[in-house]
């Protein structure tokens, strides 16, 4: 897990991602649901369907899959 942080934390701030917003995406990149989201970081379904819409907003992406690899190349 420690290097998908690594990935996902290269550069979120400057895309205006919250503390909370690069965690959800760091699951993402993993191929988490939202209800396995919701379980690990114990807050509900609901809320991580939220973060992860504005997390697509700010990203600019179409879905999940576009995101994760927006995340995945930060690393580089």
């Known amino acids: ?5 690594v990935a996902v934390s290269a ?3 400057a895309l205006g991602l919250s503390k909370r917003e690069t965690e959800v995406l760091s699951w993402v990149v993993q191929g988490k649901r939202d209800s396995e989201i ?9 809320t991580v369907e939220k973060h992860v819409g504005r997390i697509l907003h700010k990203l600019g992406a179409e879905n999940r899959t576009t995101a ?4 995945f190349t930060w690393q580089s």
């Open 1 to 5: 897990m420690k290097a998908m942080l």
């Open 11 to 13: 550069s979120p701030q």
């Open 38 to 46: 919701g379980v690990i970081l114990e807050i509900s379904s609901r």
């Open 68 to 71: 994760a690899g927006i995340a």
